[in-house]
């Protein structure tokens, strides 16, 4: 299984970013994929889910509103829209493949950082 990230970077308060998660290794359109941050001195917190065919997503209180969890599952991408971003976004952002009995896998992750 291998999860990689990409698309973090630096951008102003109010900007936007996409963040791509490459998927291999197992059937992704069968199984939920995960946003998750880590933010220096915090824990790690899920952003955003979304469900193996795409029907359902699930969002943290703290960025409703503001990022879309989307995936293409002919490209074993998941994706992450993120708009007017705000300095408490700014984190390490991870994809998360939970492969229940096979497995929870994870990114080596994408830095999002919001400064002006």
């Known amino acids: 299984v291998q999860l990689v990230e990409s698309g973090g970077g630096l951008v102003q308060p109010g900007g936007s970013l996409r963040l791509s998660c490459a998927a291999s290794g197992f059937t992704f359109s069968s199984y939920v994929m995960s946003w998750f941050r880590q933010a220096p001195g915090k824990e790690r917190e899920l952003v955003a889910a979304i469900t193996s065919a795409g029907g359902s997503t699930n969002y943290a209180d703290s960025v409703k509103g503001r990022f879309t969890i989307s995936r293409d599952n002919a490209k074993n991408t998941v994706y992450l829209q993120m708009n007017s971003l705000k300095p408490e976004d700014t984190a390490v952002y991870y994809c998360?493949?939970?492969?229940?009995?096979?497995?929870?896998?994870w990114g080596q992750g994408t830095q999002v950082t919001v400064s002006s």
């Open positions: 998360n493949a939970d492969l229940y009995i096979l497995g929870n896998y």
